[in-house]
């Protein structure tokens, strides 16, 4: 009988397990791609790139408007203020002057040209470096994800109301 050695089979296996594993992760990143992402840039980028949520710097002074600040705008009439709740949140009470903008079309709705903006929601179209946008949502968490989408579209002087409508109410008794 003739035994041999396992090394020399050893290279060879190695080899086509290699490729039968890089074949199979291949397929399986191109099956992840076809389906979930239309790019593998955009699968990238979903794990790379500062989030909806304002890649957590929400939350900083630069970011935030507090109820008392708000207030001193809303009297001076130098704020655009974005309700991002639902409509029927914003119909059960809102902030006065505030503009009701439902997270889930604020992105399209930032994007539009401006005539069409103030057709759509009879205000003035925010722009680009205006330092007068406020999101605000019920606590401050979909304010965040507006003000985080509103940064991606290049609105970089956006802010939102610290703790939403219930600190507003709380602090203000609207």
Same mark, same amino acid.
């Given at each position: 009988m003739v !035994? +041999?050695?396992s090394s020399v089979y050893r290279g060879p296996v190695l080899v086509m397990l290699s490729l +039968? +594993? $890089?074949? !199979? *992760?291949c397929q399986v990143v191109t099956e992840v791609n076809r389906r979930s992402y239309p790019t593998v840039a955009s699968f990238v980028r /979903? &794990?790379? /790139? $500062?989030s909806p949520t304002c890649g957590g710097t929400c939350d900083d002074e630069l970011s935030v408007v507090t109820p008392s600040q708000l207030k001193v705008m809303l009297s001076n009439h130098k704020v655009q203020l974005f309700d991002v709740r639902n409509p029927d949140? &914003?119909?059960?009470?809102h902030i006065p002057q505030a503009v009701n903008l439902p997270l889930n079309i604020v992105e399209e709705s930032l994007k539009l040209p401006p005539k069409t903006f103030q057709q759509t929601f009879e205000v003035k179209a925010p722009g680009k470096d205006d330092d007068n946008i406020v *999101?605000?949502?019920? /606590?401050?968490v979909r304010s965040g994800k507006a003000l985080g989408i509103a940064r991606q579209l290049g609105f970089h002087r956006a802010r939102h109301l610290k703790g939403g409508y219930v600190a507003w109410v709380e602090q203000e008794g609207n």
């Open positions: !035994v +041999l050695h +039968l +594993l $890089s074949r !199979v *992760f /979903t &794990y790379t /790139t $500062s949140e &914003y119909q059960d009470g *999101f605000n949502c019920r /606590t401050g």
